[in-house]
């Protein structure tokens, strides 16, 4: 830690400088997330995960390649109806994916959040998603 000079009013204080506006910086570039590139992120993470392409998604989909493509980049703001139509060609509850995106943003903003998911619930629609989605249903012991 650096200690520099500081006058105010005629009083010379002297204040910390170096390492906490370095930890400050830091965190305030941290919460700069972009929205739309965790969701392409997560839209791809899921697609890749079902072992299918662009193509087969985007045809299921009914939007163009190119578009699905600039969505999963995070180049194209997907409206909501898009969003919807993507994740039911997935086969992935949009809640569910908006909360991995949720998940992923809190992680980029340097807060945690525990899962809310009563096990109850969590237990009883764990089997009713894909299986790279029901485990995070699932609770885990």
């Known amino acids: ?54 193509r087969e998604v985007s045809h299921s989909a009914r939007v163009s390649l190119g578009y699905l493509s600039e969505v999963e980049r995070g180049q194209k703001e997907a409206s909501s109806e898009l969003l919807s139509s993507i994740c039911s060609a997935l086969e992935v509850p949009l809640s569910l994916m908006l909360r ?15 899962d809310t998911v009563p096990v109850d619930l969590a237990s009883e629609f764990a089997g009713e998603y894909p299986m790279e989605l029901g485990k995070r249903l699932a609770p885990s012991h």
């Open 100 to 114: 991995e995106v949720s998940d992923r943003v809190a992680i980029a903003e340097g807060i945690t959040i525990p």
């Open 1 to 54: 830690m650096v200690k520099q000079p500081v006058s105010v009013n005629g009083v010379v204080r002297w204040r910390d400088v170096g390492l906490q506006s370095e930890v400050r910086r830091e965190k305030e570039e941290r919460k700069m997330v972009v929205l739309r590139h965790e969701i392409g992120d997560v839209l791809r993470d899921v697609r890749q995960r079902q072992g299918r392409t662009l």
